[in-house]
C-alpha cells in the first residue's frame, strides 16, 4: 500500500502563487508516476499535471501550461505543483494520486491511478 498526504492549499487571489506537496509512504517502490487532479464543486476530477519518478518526465493539462510546474524529491519521496498565475478557475480541491505501471506517455486518466490522497482546497479569489 501507498499513503499519500497533500499540504499546501489556501486562499489567494487571482496572479498569485501557491505550492502544494504530496508526501507519500509506504511501498513508495512499487509506483512508477505521481498526478496532480483537481475537482470544482459540480465538476468531474480532472488531470492537472504528472511526473515519472525515475525519469522526471512531466505531462501538464492544457490549462495550466506555462502556469504551474510538477517536480519531485526523490529522496524525501514528495511531490510538488508550484502554481502561478493563479485563476479563479482553479479553485478546486487537489488531489495528489500515484501510479505503479510504467506508462508513455504519463497517463492523465484518473482510473489509471491506484493511490489517491484526501485532498487539499485551493481557493482564488478574483
Known amino acids: 500500500q501507498v499513503q499519500l498526504v497533500e499540504s499546501g492549499g489556501g486562499l489567494e487571489q487571482a496572479g498569485g502563487s501557491l505550492r502544494l506537496s504530496c508526501a507519500a509512504s509506504g511501498r513508495t517502490y512499487s509506483t512508477s508516476a505521481m498526478a496532480w487532479f483537481r475537482q470544482a464543486p459540480g465538476k468531474e476530477r480532472e488531470f492537472v499535471a504528472a511526473?515519472?519518478?525515475?525519469?522526471?518526465?512531466?505531462y501538464y493539462a492544457d490549462s495550466v501550461k506555462g502556469r504551474f510546474t510538477i517536480s519531485r524529491d526523490n529522496a524525501k519521496n514528495t511531490v510538488y505543483l508550484q502554481m502561478n498565475s493563479l485563476k479563479p478557475e482553479d479553485t478546486a480541491i487537489y488531489y495528489c494520486?500515484?501510479?505503479?505501471?510504467?506508462?508513455?506517455?504519463?497517463?492523465?486518466?484518473?482510473?489509471?491511478?491506484?493511490?489517491w490522497g484526501q485532498g487539499t482546497q485551493v481557493t482564488v479569489s478574483s
Open positions: 494520486a500515484a501510479d505503479r505501471h510504467v506508462r508513455v506517455p504519463l497517463s492523465q486518466h484518473k482510473d489509471e491511478y491506484e493511490y
Open positions: 511526473i515519472a519518478w525515475r525519469s522526471g518526465n512531466t
